[in-house]
């Protein structure tokens, strides 16, 4: 890009009407945008295409003016596909670069363009649309790392492993369970995106400055031409708006923060002292120091990329908090927080995606270690409740006394001998030890949403019916 320190210094050629001398170097530096929001170049010329075309049909600019308009941003868009455009930081902004090249390439057609319209506008809608096919990706994203996880809980809806509370055993669950778990998490992450692709869907442009315009334009034609719902009802809300970006964000935190949760699993998980999984060599790296290691580097990283993406939303409700209605230059800032946290989103969704593809799980280990810490103690008070008619809090009491007995033994709850259970309670019969088994705890759990295998399997039917 051109840094505009060869130019001369000059009134800008756009808005220079009445000012006597160019904006200084820093000024120059802090006003420009283009450095960033250049990314927005295909959408701003399809909405001058529109915005053209539109003009042409209300007998605002002449047919042949908006030909030749069309034809120039056509032009231009594959000088910048191509890499051959040369961006001028005197210009600003991606707008006035592509307004002061098409006046280059046809002449006083150009200035023909900006009628009934106005950069304030014109950002908004550039940056919605940008904004609404990032929301786009990102649902696409989701629904195939949801169709990662829903092949992972069906290859392992019986596979048992510890259920956490505080990071201590509780209950023996499944790992096809767990895995639902994070398929409700991005399932509601991808409602939030649907909501807010709807949300959004209004189009902005013919608001103009902030008052509207008294040139006879058609807003819902271009709200169509633009694949828009239809136009928005408030132009001074319009320049003013940023909400579809802060919604953007917030969704993104969100699903950065459920990633974040999965990292942090993964990260545990795969120390030798868990040892659930085994990360594949494509998702994991080696220490430069120490050969028998082998690093969650993926997982880290997405956990991190996180507090960026938290950061990005921050950032930009603190831009926008203190703005009077309508435009101010404040709200240029929205788009480098939204293209980073974007970024990031992609990046984490997809690791994260081939990593639940790639890993291998230890179900030996996991069923070993669901059966260590008396996770089926509940098993037992419940069946002390269900066979011998005892009150729920005294066969917690009961089976309080036989976690401290085993404890003392140094041995598990289906290790104890029939006699020393009837000692503590003469209700218990042989067939308490049915119950305490991994297999039989998790088996008996077939309440809606519950950890039984079958009830499992009916969620993951009910999730690949909609994904
Ligand atoms: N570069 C500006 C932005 O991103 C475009 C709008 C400028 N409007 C204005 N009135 N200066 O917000």
């Known amino acids: 890009m051109a840094d505009g320190s060869s130019e001369t210094k000059s009134s800008n050629q756009m808005w220079g009407g009445r000012f006597a001398s160019g904006p200084d170097a820093i000024m120059e530096e802090i006003n420009a945008s283009i450095g960033f929001d250049k990314k927005l170049y295909a959408q701003d010329i399809r909405g001058s295409i529109a915005h053209a075309t539109m ?14 308009i069309v034809h120039g941003l056509d032009t231009i868009l594959s000088e910048i596909d191509s890499g051959a455009f040369d961006f001028s930081r005197r210009l600003e902004d991606i707008h006035m670069n592509i307004e002061a090249r098409l006046a280059a390439l046809i002449g006083p057609a150009a200035g023909r363009l900006h009628t009934a319209r106005s950069r304030n506008d014109q950002v908004a809608l550039d940056f919605r649309l940008w904004v609404k096919e990032e929301l786009q990706k990102t649902e696409k994203a989701l629904t195939g790392l949801i169709a990662a996880f829903l092949d992972r809980a069906e290859e392992h809806a019986e596979t048992v492993m510890p259920g956490f509370t505080h990071l201590q055993t509780a209950q023996p669950v499944t790992f096809g369970h767990h895995c639902m778990a994070y398929v409700e ?34 807003r819902h034609m271009t709200a169509k031409a633009l694949g828009f719902r239809e136009p928005t009802r408030n132009s001074i809300d319009t320049v003013s708006d940023r909400d579809f ?94 293209f980073d946290a974007a970024e990031s989103l992609e990046l984490a969704i997809a690791a994260m995606t081939g990593m639940i593809r790639d890993v291998t799980i230890r179900a030996d280990r996991m069923k070993a270690a669901a059966g260590s810490g008396y996770s089926t103690a509940t098993d037992l008070a419940d069946w002390l409740v269900r066979e011998a008619g005892l009150p729920f809090r005294d066969a917690h009491h009961v089976t309080g006394r036989v976690v401290a007995l085993a404890e003392q033994k140094g041995c598990d709850l289906a290790d104890l001998p029939l006699a020393e259970l009837q000692a503590i309670n003469s209700a218990i019969t042989d067939k308490v030890y049915g119950v305490l088994t991994v297999e039989a705890s998790v088996a008996s759990r077939t309440s809606f949403g519950g950890t039984a295998p079958s009830e499992v399997r009916k969620q993951i039917a009910w999730w690949r019916a909609r994904n």
Request: avoid cysteine.
């Open 55 to 68: 003009l042409a049909h209300q007998g605002i600019i002449s047919a042949e003016d908006k030909d030749k």
């Open 185 to 218: 998490m991005f399932g509601r992450d991808r409602a939030r995106v649907r909501h807010a692709i709807e949300h959004m869907d209004e189009s902005p442009i013919g608001a103009a400055a902030l008052a509207g315009t008294g040139f006879p334009i058609d």
């Open 245 to 338: 970006a802060l919604e953007f964000l917030s969704i993104a935190a969100i699903a950065a923060t459920h990633l974040s949760r999965l990292a942090e699993e993964i990260v545990i998980w795969s120390t030798p002292q868990f040892g659930f999984i085994r990360l594949s060599d494509a998702f994991s790296t080696g220490s430069s120091i120490m050969p028998q290691k082998k690093n969650p580097d993926a997982a880290e990283l997405v956990r991190a990329k996180t507090g960026r993406v938290n950061g990005s939303l921050v950032a930009l409700l603190t831009v926008m908090k203190g703005l009077p209605l309508a435009y101010s230059k404040d709200m240029q800032e929205d788009k480098e927080q939204v």
